[in-house]
């Protein structure tokens, strides 16, 4: 099956609580011609709130016997913008997420998102704080139909308890028809209305990518964690993906982070950039910058080929990176301990 991309629909976009303003995407919008970007979808996602909360990351340090998978991490992830994490293989994103959302115990720093220190927290309870999170291996439920996977992201606001709901108490029906109803809109938001009632497990794998979002934006978050969200993908569900995740930005307003391997994707998503490398932050700043950085050249090549770049040769790299970028081109990262980046480049 080809995967079916994000409806546009007709609609004039409804921002939402005066996000749009606040919230509006950082970068000029490309102009029209062959390398402007793809709309972003259109939702109907009424919120009643803008996300203020920004993610500060200071001092992060997580040690496993006799490995230090963080070494005094830090980072700012501003409301309403998309920050990634990147780095070559082991370099410390997995756990670093895991400490975002609860899963790991930090050896010593701070998370703190808005007033709340998350490190002391249950996940949960970072949760209840409006983070969500998806995998990088799909964790959905896969006998379920897409849009009981996709309520599992409303159970924490679903005020009926277990024996309102056991007992079908009026109260209890209306408010599931509104979960239901908002489900509904979600679906249609990421693109996947058509397959509701289809049990996950039998769609293409680029759906059940996005049905994982649609649970996770589901539980109306402020800051979404996308653990590699395009791992995997073809190049037309990794376009797809791309352009939910810019409108859950732009139309939304919420604040992305995400950790991918896939540097075109990185490169046209993010509006900054940092690089870990062996637990380490070894750069940051916006991905223009980031990817013509000697120090992350040399995580991804490794020495010997930062120092073929002699002076000339990151002249002539630099105008090239300018034109590959605005294509989404990975430009000049690669992973040099798998190669799986260079791999990506075409599907970019
Ligand atoms: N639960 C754990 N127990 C012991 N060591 C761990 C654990 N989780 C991660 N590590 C180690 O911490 C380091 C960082 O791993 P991590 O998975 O965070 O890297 P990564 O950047 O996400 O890599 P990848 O891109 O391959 O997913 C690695 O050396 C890894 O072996």
């Known amino acids: 099956m080809t ?11 409804q921002i939402i609580g005066g996000c749009r303003d606040r919230f509006r995407p950082r970068r000029p919008t490309p102009p029209p011609g062959p390398r402007a970007r793809p709309p972003a979808p259109r939702g109907h996602l009424p919120r009643g709130r ?16 006799g490995i230090t998978a963080l070494d005094h991490v830090g980072f700012t992830v501003e409301p309403g913008s998309i920050h990634a994490v990147i780095g070559p293989n082991g370099a410390g994103k997995s756990t670093c997420f895991n400490v975002l959302s609860g899963v790991y115990r ?29 995998f990088q291996n799909i964790a959905l439920s896969k006998f379920q139909s897409v849009e009981d996977n996709v309520m599992l992201g409303r159970h924490r606001l679903t005020r009926a308890g277990f024996l309102g ?15 239901r109803a908002r489900v509904r809109d979600i679906a249609r938001f990421v693109g996947v209305a058509e397959y509701l ?27 979404l964690l996308l653990d590699e969200p395009v791992a995997g993908m073809n190049g037309g569900e990794r376009r797809a993906m791309a352009e939910v995740i810019m409108a859950a930005r732009a139309d939304l307003g919420i604040s992305v982070l995400l950790v991918e391997h896939d540097m075109g ?8 950039v940092t690089v870990l490398d062996f637990g380490r932050r070894i ?32 002249a002539a790299d630099e105008q090239a990176t300018d034109e590959q ?3 989404g081109d990975p430009g000049t990262i690669r992973d040099r301990r798998d190669g799986r980046a260079a791999d990506e480049r075409e599907n970019a």
Request: aromatic fraction near 2%; charge should be negative; proline fraction near 10%.
């Open 325 to 327: 970028t605005a294509d």
């Open 3 to 13: 995967p079916t991309a994000p409806p546009v629909l007709p609609t004039t976009p």
């Open 197 to 223: 009632e289809a049990p996950v497990g039998m769609l293409p794998y680029g759906v059940q990518k996005r049905v994982e979002l649609a649970r996770a934006l589901a539980m109306e978050p402020d800051l």
């Open 165 to 179: 709901a056991g007992l079908r108490l009026p109260s209890a029906r209306r408010e599931n028809a509104r979960h």
């Open 50 to 65: 803008c996300p203020v909360n920004e993610l500060k990351v200071t001092d992060l340090t997580v040690k496993f016997a």
């Open 106 to 134: 930090a050896t010593s720093g701070s998370v703190r998102f808005g007033d709340a220190e998350l490190t002391r927290m249950a996940p949960h309870q970072i949760a209840a704080l409006g983070v969500a999170r998806t």
């Open 283 to 314: 750069a940051a700043g916006p991905p223009e910058r980031v990817q013509r950085d000697p120090a992350v050249i040399r995580a991804y090549l490794g020495e010997q080929a930062a120092d073929e770049q002699t002076a000339d040769e990151q």
């Open 265 to 272: 994707m990185v490169m046209r998503l993010a509006d900054q």
